[in-house]
């Protein structure tokens, strides 16, 4: 009868208690380094609220940004009371931020859908009907993906772009599209002389910004004084949905109101 292989003897390991070694002690607002890191923070803020403030003087003193505004709310307004949707397009960071946008108008009652670039190209195209509109997001403005969507996009099709451009005759997007409507977002500073690296940063921030104004602007266009209540009626869930809702408000204080004033008839 044969012996089977001995097996290697188990050894057991030691187990390591967390006083054992020394911990490297955690950053504080005094020591050099979290020192330098909390400036580091603070600059990403500062930069970006410089690029908000810029962005504001832009849409409250530029012709081109202004006019571009009203006529992206005025064609957004008409296609949805035509039937039909706004279409937002982007890739990457600026399709996260467009589906941002998209979730924003939907909540407002804006008839919005997100079409991606790269599936709008394997069938997704069948999303634009002949009563929509399609705004593309991109800083560059002549993002690859977005240049080959739109020489699919019927010539009748509202075209929109949200970029740096400050002239629509620059934008490569809307270079072929002579009624293309220009939402300009620019930066007042290159990411990468900000803050050492050209990740999307600042330049997503504003893009954000421009398409809360549009989505906000839009939503006042359609519905007016009754937004709040299209918006209440879209979102009924999380602590926004168990908010009590400008009638509750104004029936709450008229009810205290009456209150005080019956309380101030009451004889002595």
Do not use: W
Not at 234 to 263: C, F, L, R, W, Y
């Amino acid at each position: 009868m044969e012996s089977l292989p001995l097996s290697p003897p188990v050894t057991k390991r030691k187990r390591v208690h967390a006083d054992s070694e020394a911990l490297t002690p955690p950053l504080t607002a005094d020591d050099p380094e979290g020192t330098l890191f909390l400036s580091r923070a603070v600059h990403v803020l500062s930069t970006a609220a410089t690029a908000l403030s810029h962005i504001t003087i832009l849409y409250q003193s530029d012709p081109v940004a202004r006019e571009g505004l009203l006529q992206a709310v005025e064609c957004i307004k008409r296609v949805n009371e035509a039937g039909g949707k706004l279409l937002v397009c982007g890739v990457g960071k600026s399709g996260l931020v467009g589906r941002k946008t998209v979730a924003s108008m939907k909540s407002l009652g804006v008839a919005c859908s997100f079409l991606h670039a790269a599936e709008a190209l394997h069938g997704d195209l069948g999303d634009i009907k002949p009563s929509d509109a399609v705004m593309f997001i991109s800083y560059s403005g002549k993002t690859p993906e977005l240049m080959a969507v739109l020489g699919h996009v019927p010539s009748a099709t509202p075209v929109l772009a949200v970029t740096s451009h400050t002239k629509a005759r620059e934008c490569p997007l809307l270079r072929e599209r002579p009624d293309g409507i220009l939402l300009p977002a620019p930066i007042h500073e290159l990411e990468e002389v900000s803050f050492g690296v050209c990740a999307p940063t600042t330049s997503t921030t504003v893009a954000i910004a421009v398409g809360d104004m549009l989505a906000l602007t839009v939503a006042e266009a359609l519905h007016a004084d009754d937004k709040e209540n299209v918006f209440r009626k879209n979102h009924p869930g999380g602590a926004i949905g168990q908010k009590p809702g400008p009638t509750d408000v104004i029936e709450e204080v008229e009810e205290k109101e009456a209150k005080k004033q019956k309380g101030l008839a009451s004889p002595a």
